[in-house]
Nanobody, 125 residues
Framework: QVQLVESGGGLVQAGGSLRLSCVASGRISNIWTMAWFRQAPGKERMFVAAVTWSAGNTYYADSVKERFTISLNNAKNTVYLQMNSLKPEDTADYYC??????????????????WGQGTQVTVSS
């Protein structure tokens, strides 16, 4: 089992920045990839960014490239999502997730075994 606790959401004006954090605990050795997904009201959960645990390779959705940065502090078992130049369409609940296998797709929510409780991000225009 891996437990995830997110923090850092809030209300920000368009053009502003926020940093989300997600602390992992439990069977850390099982982690292959950590990722952020988001879900806007009435929409499906979408991939935002991912980072591989050992190599630190990063992957982004096209909609957030050049604006968001995912990073990993292995010593603190923490993944961050730095969000800059925020837009109203970034408004969503953001979820941290863990993938424990290299098979499947890092972009698919169905291939992630553990999820945090979510943190809300609201961007006002």
């Amino acid at each position: 089992q891996v437990q995830l606790v997110e923090s850092g959401g809030g209300l920000v004006q368009a053009g502003g920045s926020l940093r989300l954090s997600c602390v992992a605990s439990g069977r850390i050795s099982n982690i292959w990839t950590m990722a952020w997904f988001r879900q806007a009201p009435g929409k499906e959960r979408m991939f935002v960014a991912a980072v591989t645990w050992s190599a630190g390779n990063t992957y982004y959705a096209d909609s957030v490239k050049e604006r968001f940065t995912i990073s990993l502090n292995n010593a603190k078992n923490t993944v961050y999502l730095q969000m800059n130049s925020l837009k109203p369409e970034d408004t969503a609940d953001y979820y941290c997730a863990v993938r424990i296998t290299w098979t499947g797709s890092r972009y698919s929510s169905g291939d992630y075994a553990y999820w945090g409780q979510g943190t809300q991000v609201t961007v006002s225009s």
